[in-house]
Nanobody, 115 residues
């Protein structure tokens, strides 16, 4: 059974930091590209950052230089370090694991940036 479980969301003030973690199980972690997406009410889910099976990162322009994605093959986890958070980063953040046409989603974790 494939499971992707996100953790680390919460409420943070503007300018603050959070670290999200995606714990995966039931997949061959080493071959999957894993990404973080976010979604706000009434909007489509958008890619925030992804990291390939080889460890190559990719970032949305809106988060470049603020967010860092990393993967730990020993723990089968992918983390998203978020710094200098802005109110517009508020969203539900989802983890996604993808290999060709095979893809899975986590249940999401809420991130709220507000004073």
């Amino acid at each position: 059974q494939v499971r992707l479980v996100e953790s680390g969301g919460g409420l943070v003030q503007p300018g603050g930091s959070l670290r999200l973690s995606c714990a995966t199980s039931g997949i061959i972690f080493s071959i999957y590209t894993v990404g973080w997406y976010r979604q706000t009410p009434g909007n489509q889910r958008e890619l925030v950052a992804s990291i390939s099976s080889r460890g190559n990162p990719n970032y949305a322009d809106s988060v470049k230089d603020r967010f860092t994605i990393s993967r730990d093959s020993a723990k089968n986890t992918v983390d998203l370090e978020m710094k200098t958070l802005k109110p517009e980063d508020t969203a539900v953040y989802y983890c996604n694991a993808k290999w060709y046409n095979d893809g899975y989603w986590g249940q999401g974790t809420q991130v709220t940036v507000s004073s």
